[in-house]
């Protein structure tokens, strides 16, 4: 089975952009002033997840 | 739509670039994704004094206090004081970022620059590989502009470099994961700017504590993401605050994210297009603190898209004269820290109390990165072997200034 995809918690991102910045496959991008992630894109890599201050961003299906 | 100049951002760098271009004569657009500018705030608001002899704001009303020096506590809290009276000259304002954005936004609009709010930059236009213009959304509507230069001047998570074939992706370990809560109802008894050190306190960063009056301050938090985990620096930040005596009845009025490149900086000019500010990674990679770059650069962006303007010519080559000179007003120093930073993080709480412990004593002539540095180095020879890259760089710096 496919490794689960970054996704964005809309209600507890800020909005810093810290994801966006570190993301290796530029899968991740500002949207409608929250992060969002192209899931197609994603690799799985976690990085995103990790860097995230506040805890936002898990994977898909958690 | 067609203008000289189009900048996509509206934070400090985008509004002093356009400032300066307007007033070098060129039809300047902004256009800002966000409804306000300078909202929502993502900044500790830190910045240095030496802005005051660039006089490119009016009035006070973006000063939320003046700082007496700053003080670094290591990780067994021993002190190390950079002061005012010692010092003499340049330390800080805790600035309202909100109002000093709209503020350096206002000064843009009245030298003639235009802005267009909630509109987001979706592409560059280009015919076959020169950029022509950007591409953007305003609420519903797809539209274009054209422009002989666009100016990146997105933030830290800027797209519009990677549309002009920069890479700007940072890796982990040179970006700082911040988030930082106003606090109120606590005791600032004097205006010093406090940053705690330490592993477990904040590990590849530190905590700041930032004065806004006798009893509200910025109290946050970054960590370097190579050595975070989700939600950790909020972790981090909730726990220094519970164990601070000082933040024991404090409410908070604000919280938010931010996030800091501490990477060296990039390329920032193609033909008809330059990038600025947080896109270009102009961050002390030390401090994590920006502001000062982008009123430093955009004043050399905006004065060299006057010059290509006028002489018509918008090739790599003339605007190469910006990336020139902020490698003179501040890149050297980017570079410098950088190799610092790298140094730092490689040292353990030990070796940050033992340094701690022989500058506590110490007046400084000058609250700067590098008095901190030299001063370890003549203090504690031992450690010179670690800073054998910097001598290096050093070197090879001093030669290319002799070609």
Redesign the interface.
């Known amino acids: 089975m496919a490794k689960p995809k970054a996704k964005v918690d809309e209600t507890k991102c800020l909005a810093c952009g810290g994801c966006i910045s570190v993301c290796p496959q530029d899968a991740l991008s500002m949207c409608g002033g929250k992060a969002y992630v192209t899931a197609n894109k994603c690799i799985s890599c976690a990085i995103c997840i990790k860097t995230c201050p506040v805890g936002a961003i898990g994977e898909e299906g958690c | 739509m067609e203008y000289d100049v189009v900048i996509v951002g509206s934070g400090p760098a985008g509004s002093v670039t356009a400032r300066f271009a307007a007033e070098a004569g060129a039809k300047v657009l902004v256009i800002e994704?966000?409804r306000e500018v300078g909202v929502?705030v993502?900044c500790g608001e830190g910045i240095s004094r030496k802005i005051d002899k660039w006089h490119m704001l009016e009035g006070t009303r973006w000063i939320a206090g003046r700082m007496d020096g700053a003080r670094i506590y290591s990780p067994d809290r021993t002190c190390v004081t950079l002061s005012a009276e010692r010092a003499g000259n340049e330390t800080g304002y805790v600035v309202y970022r909100d109002i000093f954005d709209q503020e350096l936004a206002r000064l843009a609009m009245k030298a003639g620059a235009k802005f267009m709010m909630n509109t987001k930059a979706t592409g560059l236009i280009k015919d076959k590989e020169k950029i022509k213009g950007v591409k953007a959304k305003h609420f519903d509507d797809d539209f274009e502009i054209k422009a002989d230069i666009v100016v990146g001047a997105d933030?830290?998570?800027?797209?519009v470099g990677?549309w002009a074939g920069i890479d700007?992706?940072?890796?982990?370990k040179d970006?700082e994961?911040?988030?930082q809560y106003t606090l109120s109802n606590i005791d600032c008894k004097d205006a010093y700017c406090d940053f705690y050190l330490g592993r477990e306190i904040a590990p590849g960063g530190y905590v700041w504590v930032f004065p806004k009056g006798k009893d509200v301050a910025n109290v946050g938090?970054g960590?370097l993401?190579s050595l975070?985990?989700?939600?950790?620096?909020?972790k981090l930040l909730d726990r220094f605050i519970e164990k601070d005596p000082r933040l024991k009845n404090a409410e908070p009025l604000r919280?938010?994210?931010?996030?800091v490149?501490v990477s060296n900086p990039v390329e920032t000019v193609r033909d008809n297009f330059i990038l600025i500010g947080d896109a270009a990674r102009h961050v002390d990679p030390i401090t994590g603190g920006g502001l000062t770059h982008c009123l430093e650069g955009g004043k050399i962006a905006g004065e060299t898209i006057g010059r290509a303007i006028k002489e018509q010519n918008f090739s790599k080559g003339l605007l190469n004269t910006y990336e020139e000179g902020w490698k003179n007003a501040f890149g050297q120093k980017i570079e410098r820290n950088y190799i610092v930073k790298e140094i730092m993080l490689d040292m353990d709480d030990k070796t940050f109390n033992m340094i701690a412990h022989s500058l506590k004593d110490i007046k400084f002539d000058e609250i700067s990165t590098l008095g901190l540095v030299k001063e370890v180095a003549k203090r504690h020879p031992t450690l010179m072997v670690k800073l054998l890259p910097l001598l290096k760089y050093r070197k090879k710096f001093k030669e290319m200034k002799s070609k």
């Open positions: 994704r966000r929502p993502l933030g830290v998570e800027s797209k990677q700007t992706t940072l890796k982990p970006l994961t911040c988030c938090i960590i993401a975070s985990e989700s939600g950790l620096a909020k919280f938010l994210a931010g996030a490149p």
